[in-house]
């Protein structure tokens, strides 16, 4: 992990660093790439390259503050996976209601995008592999330590979490349930993950599905499955 001060270009070049790092990690094979969508996604795409690994998502959702969205008061993973910031309950009455409310849109949400991008695939199969997690930033963190413990429950033999910018706090937070953590910066401050990127726009799904498909044809041809061995 490094504390450095560099604006990527997009998310590719990012994935593109990332990627570099972690390829002078050992990690204990068989070895799965999990995004976490929609921003994870070409991040991962270049870590799952450069690892030689199957690429596929972790489905997350992030649950945002009422009026203010963009902020994390917890986050909702596929396996019924619910993640509370709990300071918020105590400091700011009725947040808890408007939790349960938000993270039920969000769940929906989870569904459609296991549809969207995941049709016609076998349910994933995290059992005895090491799970290599990544994003695009980590901000709270509490998008990824959902997707920490949905992993854990699918029996990940050991969990990776790579992001190229993340937040102190963050780090902090997943150090403690993560088996591993790969970082490329992490800024005293951390506003916003867009300000670490000249280019950050959103993705959309069929960028997502464009990504994931590429991947796995790429591994058909080169005469490796994309699909996690039982």
């Not at 330590?145 to 937070?173: K, N, Y």
């Not at 959309?204 to 790429?218: A, F, G, I």
Request: aromatic letters at 4%.
């Amino acid at each position: 992990m490094a504390l450095t001060a560099r604006v990527f270009a997009d998310r590719a070049v990012a994935g593109a660093a990332l990627a570099r790092e972690m390829r002078q990690r050992q990690l204990q094979a068989p070895v799965l790439v999990l995004a976490l969508p929609r921003g994870g996604v070409p991040v991962a795409y270049e870590v799952a390259r450069a690892l030689d690994a199957p690429l596929d998502v972790m489905l997350v959702r992030k649950v945002g503050m009422p009026g203010q969205p963009e902020l994390a008061i917890g986050a909702v993973a596929s396996g019924d996976i619910v993640v509370r910031d709990r300071t918020f309950e105590q400091e700011m009455p009725g947040i808890a209601e408007a939790f349960e409310r938000i993270a039920a849109t969000e769940r929906r949400e989870l569904l459609r995008r296991e549809q969207v991008y995941r049709a016609g695939l076998e349910p994933l199969v995290l059992e005895g592999k090491t799970i290599v997690l990544v994003d695009d930033g980590l901000a709270t963190g509490s998008t990824m330590l959902a997707a920490v413990r949905a992993a854990r429950a699918g029996g990940a033999a050991a969990i990776v979490v790579a992001a190229p910018v993340a937040s102190p706090q963050a780090v902090q937070l997943l150090a403690a349930e993560a088996d591993a953590i790969v970082i490329l910066q992490i800024p005293v401050m951390l506003f916003a993950i867009g300000e670490w990127y000249e280019r950050f726009e959103q993705l959309e799904d069929d960028e997502v599905c464009r990504l994931l498909e590429q991947h796995r044809r790429s591994r058909r041809e080169s005469g490796t499955s994309n699909q996690p061995s039982r």
